[in-house]
């Protein structure tokens, strides 16, 4: 199996014994440890990705997933603690992401964590994994201070398009959210249309770096009516992104001749910005309608350096700070699960407690306020 541990060794100092949490993240096709102190100094951070055994499907094949996670946690885990120079006696807490996401993954990593909390007699905690991605925000910076609250946040994931409150009480109010595929979803879909492999997003963004002349714009967003989808979100402040993935199809159908090698950069090019200003679009209208004191983005999209630059021209437009997740921190990492426990963002599990179920479909709003 091709190993790729893609964070190198956090060897920011001195590890303070019992201020270490150990977070674990296999929700999906990556499985993570990692070793964070109690002020979200990352100690390690070590992720295996299993890209490149899914490749070849064009997608995340869930059987394979948790196979691989079984093969993989246990080093991962050792690696963390190694990494970090850290001992078991030094944890004082685990943290596991309970879901959303794949139930045969999420498996794997809330049993590894159960049977290591009742041997190492520490507290568990169950973590949401988009809970996580919010608060991969103040990993190797801080808590947030009440001066930067509330935050309005930009969740962007493969699996979730979320506009989210942060307020000063640290509780989540959600605003906005897509009504069909998420951002990640319609550049990996995008791609698989043009030909181009899995994930997506970051080999859309490289092709569309080499584009030179004008890029291939295919449709600009229409505004959203409320319907049942919308539920009682403003359709302003909603996502959706099926339109402009069938129109890639449709362009691909009627122009072949943008599918030809020499042209794919700029198509790539194009459809990368149409998604960046779909994205921006219920951004600027929530600011406009509401006030808040800092702008975030999280999330596996937030790599996207397009996608950077232009929060920082509505953020600077806004007059608000803005604040980005380091990318090494935005694809599903270990290290958000850590932060958002040690933010208070978990739920502590029953002490003795051996079997907890997993929750595949764990909105965030059961755990917002
Ligand atoms: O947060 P994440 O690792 O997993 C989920 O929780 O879904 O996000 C994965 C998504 C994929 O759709 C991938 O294509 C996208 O993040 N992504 C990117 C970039 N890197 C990863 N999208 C755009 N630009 C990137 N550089
Ligand atoms: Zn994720």
Redesign the pocket.
């Known amino acids: 199996m091709k190993r790729r541990f893609l964070e190198k060794a956090y060897l920011l100092g001195r590890v303070e014994p019992s201020m270490l949490t150990l977070g674990i993240e296999s929700?999906?096709d990556?499985t993570s440890a990692s070793v964070v102190g109690d002020d979200l100094r990352v100690h390690s951070n070590v992720v295996f990705s299993q890209i490149s055994q899914h490749q070849a499907y064009g997608g995340v094949v869930p059987e394979i997933a948790s196979r691989c996670h079984v093969e993989a946690i246990p080093e991962v885990i050792g690696t963390a603690l190694q990494e970090a120079g850290a001992e078991w006696s030094d944890l004082k807490q685990i943290a596991v992401t309970q879901g959303p996401g794949l139930a045969s993954s999420l498996l794997i990593g809330t049993h590894t964590a159960t049977a290591l909390s009742q041997r190492l007699e520490i507290p568990l905690v169950d973590v949401n994994?988009l809970a996580g991605?919010v608060y991969s925000l103040f990993l190797n910076r801080r808590k947030p201070t009440a001066e930067e609250l509330p935050m309005l946040i930009l969740l962007v994931?493969?699996?979730?398009t979320l506009l989210l409150s942060l307020d000063e009480r640290g509780e989540l109010e959600q605003l906005g959210t897509t009504l069909d595929d998420?951002a990640?979803?319609a550049?990996?879909k995008g791609a698989k249309l043009m030909g181009l492999g899995y994930?997506?997003?970051?080999i859309?963004?490289s092709m569309a770096e080499t584009a030179s002349g004008e890029m291939i714009r295919l449709a600009s967003r229409q505004r959203l009516k409320a319907t049942r989808r919308t539920g009682a979100l403003n359709p302003d402040f909603c996502f959706s992104f099926s339109g402009l993935k069938t129109a890639l199809l449709y362009h691909l159908k009627d122009h072949p001749e943008d599918g030809a090698e020499s042209r794919i950069p700029n198509l790539c090019a194009g459809y990368q910005e149409d998604v960046v200003q779909y994205l921006l679009d219920p951004v600027r209208r929530v600011l406009k309608s509401r006030s808040f004191k800092t702008l975030g983005c999280v999330?596996?999209?937030a790599?996207?350096?397009r996608?950077r630059a232009g929060l920082e021209g509505v953020a600077q437009k806004a007059e608000l700070p803005l604040i980005l997740t380091d990318t090494e921190f935005?694809?599903?990492n270990a290290a958000m699960i850590a932060s958002a426990a040690i933010c208070g963002a978990g739920i502590p599990r029953e002490a003795g407690l051996l079997w907890k179920d997993v929750k595949p479909n764990w909105p965030l709003g059961q755990i917002l306020g």
């Open positions: 929700s999906c990556e994994h991605h994931s493969g699996g979730h998420a990640g979803e550049l990996d994930p997506g997003g970051p859309i963004e999330g596996g999209v790599r996207n350096r996608l935005c694809t599903d």
